[in-house]
């Protein structure tokens, strides 16, 4: 059994695929291809913005968002400890300093709560200036936007959609990756849309964010690539990569429906053996992993690999106990939630072509 089997996905499509691959190699356009461009337009449409920028990986798309909003050294910006390190990095990155926030118990993600009170916290220390919310679609589950947007607007933040994994996901409609100022997602193989490298992209309804975008991450560039207006970064998705996400975007309606087949499964057979990741009325979850808690987790985890089922812990370590934030001065215990999923979540095998 495979925990994310991109094998059986491939030979479902792999003619529509290998087409696709045949194209890029005939025309030879292997950087910023026409296929770069349809992808854009179709990925934008899916989602519902007026812009899609792509770019090489997840990690840049929230680079380039930094970049945008103009993040920079005195900056706090508020993000989840319960995520993947690159949601903190790029903050750290950009110089600014990542105010993490604890879990909202039932979703996994990062609490409205504890936010505002992390935010006034800031406000009241007078040391940074609150600039901007990184709100993680942690497992597939979109955040709570309708009550992090009322934050954000209150206190005159920036909010950032971490759709690295919610891609797919929705919130009474509204798809994944059209909340907040600006939003990103990944491409990586194991996302419930990945390509066969890395990839990225970034998605906005604001027409100078866009524009600003598409110049940061091809170094800057003005009228052309020698008119450079500003310092960028070189993140452009190959031509190929776009090929191959074309048809797996074009096969994601149904592949998103077996997700969610897989698991209501799931959460029949194990409703009374786990604590799981809690869905409320008029959310969607793409299901990038299927996850569980159990306070004996290894315990657990050993038993199914007996049984020859593979499972995955996403996230062992919370950003707060990171060996590179600890100048921040957090302690065990300030994010009682998180740490607590931290040492209990384990995630089982989830694709769209497991036979149920």
């Known amino acids: 059994m495979q925990f994310i089997d991109l094998q059986a996905q491939y030979q479902h499509l792999k003619t529509r695929i290998d087409k696709r691959i045949q194209t890029v190699l005939d025309h030879g356009n292997y950087i910023m291809g026409p296929e770069v461009q349809e992808l854009e337009e179709k990925l934008a449409e899916y989602v519902g913005v007026k812009h899609a920028i792509t770019c090489a990986n ?42 993490f926030v604890d879990s909202d118990a039932e979703t996994f993600n990062i609490c409205p709560i504890d ?22 679609d942690l497992f597939g589950l979109p955040a709570n936007y309708p009550e992090i947007e009322k934050i954000a607007t209150k206190y005159g933040l920036k909010l950032i959609e971490d759709a690295a994994q919610g891609f797919g996901g929705a919130i009474h409609g509204k798809k994944a990756g059209s909340f907040g100022d600006i939003a990103t997602t990944s491409f990586f193989p194991a996302k419930p849309l990945g390509c066969y490298g890395d990839g990225g992209a970034i998605f906005t309804n604001n027409d100078e964010y866009a524009e600003l975008v598409r110049s940061y991450r091809v170094h800057g560039k003005g009228q052309d690539k020698y008119d450079n207006v500003r310092i960028g970064i070189n993140s452009r998705l190959d031509t ?25 499964k799931y959460q029949n057979e194990l409703k009374d053996k786990f604590k799981t990741q809690q869905v409320a009325e008029g959310y969607m979850s793409s299901w990038a992993q299927y996850t569980v808690t159990d306070e004996n987790r290894n315990g657990v985890m050993a038993a199914y690999k007996e049984k020859g089922i593979p499972t995955a812990i996403y996230y062992e370590t919370c950003m707060h106990q990171q060996t590179a934030f600890k100048k921040l001065g957090y302690k065990i215990g300030d994010f009682p939630t998180a740490e607590l999923l931290s040492k209990s979540v384990f995630s089982l095998p989830m694709h769209p072509y497991i036979a149920i």
């Open 115 to 136: 936010l505002e009170k992390r935010i006034n916290k800031t406000i009241a220390e007078g040391k940074l200036i609150p600039k901007a919310i990184i709100a993680v």
């Open 240 to 264: 190929i990569q776009a090929a191959i996400l074309l048809e797996k975007l074009a096969e994601f309606p149904v592949e998103l429906i077996s997700r969610n087949k897989v698991a209501k």
């Open 58 to 99: 997840g990690t840049d798309a929230l680079t380039l968002a930094m970049m945008v909003l103009d993040i920079k050294a005195g900056d706090a910006v508020f993000c989840p400890t319960f995520t993947f390190f690159a949601t903190a990095e790029t903050i750290a990155f950009a110089n600014a300093t990542p105010v």
